[in-house]
């Protein structure tokens, strides 16, 4: 899942990304109000974690522009501002949820997690869908009943065809919401990717729709 956290402190933004990283999210970074906008107008993400004390534009103005721009991702407003008042301002302005500082980071996480469920028209953290099971909670993955290990990676591919199990997912979607900046964003890269699951799974998990994408078995019609 491909999130991203707005947050000008230093030290905090650095904890939410160790934090969400470790819990298999793939996350950037940004410290400014109009790169955080922009970034939020043009790209595809399917958390963003918004602090509302921004340079140059502020939270709630970043938010306001892109609700009124149809962007739809869900938001989490993290911020030290504490007035109900304020908090009210954040949701009628667009915001999903909201956590104000201090914080406990397995909290964001839980709460990061359930809204990109919710997103996705899932209610638990536990999914099925034939024979695989996946608990994005316990980062786990069982086939048959039985654990399948994973890399990171291989898991964050499963939990997004899972989420997005009613359809065929493309390429170049999937591309963008699962590798890092860092890394290698090539069609063979994926190819190879599915090519290793599909291997552990066996047949009859992943399928794929020649020029249009690929997705679970049993999910998509």
């Known amino acids: 899942m491909r999130v991203l956290a707005v947050e000008d ?3 905090i933004a650095a904890d939410l990304k160790t934090a969400l990283e470790a819990a298999g ?10 790169d955080a906008w922009f970034l939020g107008d043009t790209e595809e993400y399917d958390l963003v ?10 939270g709630l103005s970043i938010l306001k522009k892109w609700r009124a721009n149809d962007r739809e991702m869900p938001v989490l407003v ?10 009210v301002e954040g949701i009628d302005a ?17 709460r990061a997690r359930a809204l990109i469920r919710r997103s996705a028209g899932r209610a638990s953290a ?11 909670n316990r980062m786990s993955v069982s086939l048959r009943g039985m654990p399948l290990a994973t890399t990171a990676l291989e898991f964050r591919l499963l939990s997004y065809l899972m989420l997005h199990r009613d359809r065929v997912v493309p390429p170049t979607e999937l591309l963008e919401h ?3 900046d860092d890394e290698s964003r090539e069609a063979n890269a994926l190819e190879a990717l599915i090519a290793r699951l599909r291997r552990k799974l066996g047949p009859g998990i992943i399928g794929t729709r020649r020029g249009f994408g690929y997705f679970l078995e049993g999910g998509a019609a």
Do not use: H, N
């Open 94 to 110: 667009g915001a999903d949820d909201y956590l104000p500082k201090p914080f406990r980071m397995e909290e964001l996480v839980a």
């Open 126 to 136: 536990s999914q099925s869908v034939g024979e695989l099971t996946l608990d994005a």
């Open 25 to 34: 999210f793939r996350v950037e970074t940004c410290s400014d109000g109009l």
């Open 178 to 180: 699962l590798y890092g």
């Open 78 to 87: 993290l911020t030290a501002r504490g007035a109900w008042t304020e908090r």
């Open 49 to 58: 974690i918004l602090d509302l004390g921004l340079p140059r534009m502020d």
């Open 9 to 11: 402190d230093e030290r």
